[in-house]
């Protein structure tokens, strides 16, 4: 069984950064994607952004493009994403995902072919 586990989240005024840290335990395929998505209250959920491990390769929404970084820690274990120059429009449940057997496809990269992910962790953006 694969456990997820985010950390980081929080308020910040706009303009600000924040670092959200997805740490991982449990069995991975030597192929596989790790990812973070977020849903708002009333919104659908959104992919952010995407690792892949096959060739460490990254990905992310056009709307975080230049503003957010995905990082593997193979140390630590964690994959993690720097967020800067944060907007109010960034308010929300911040989730990481686990897949095996793919890499950043569409799919992945949008949110909806996580096989496993954490319980989330809010991040405010606010005055």
């Known amino acids: 069984q694969l456990q997820l586990v985010e950390s980081g989240g929080g308020l910040v005024q706009p303009g600000g950064s924040l670092k959200l840290s997805c740490s991982v335990s449990g069995f991975m395929m030597d192929y596989y994607a790790i990812g973070w998505f977020r849903q708002a209250p009333g919104k659908e959920r959104e992919g952010v952004s995407c690792?892949?491990?096959?060739?460490?390769?990254?990905s992310y929404v056009d709307s975080v493009k230049g503003r957010f970084t995905i990082s593997r820690d193979n140390a630590k274990n964690t994959v993690d994403l720097q967020m800067n120059n944060l907007k109010p429009e960034d308010t929300a449940v911040y989730h990481c995902g686990y897949v095996g057997a793919y890499g950043c496809e569409e799919i992945v990269l949008r949110g909806q072919a996580y096989d496993y992910w954490g319980k989330g962790t809010q991040v405010t953006v606010s005055t």
């Open positions: 690792y892949s491990s096959r060739d460490g390769t990254t």
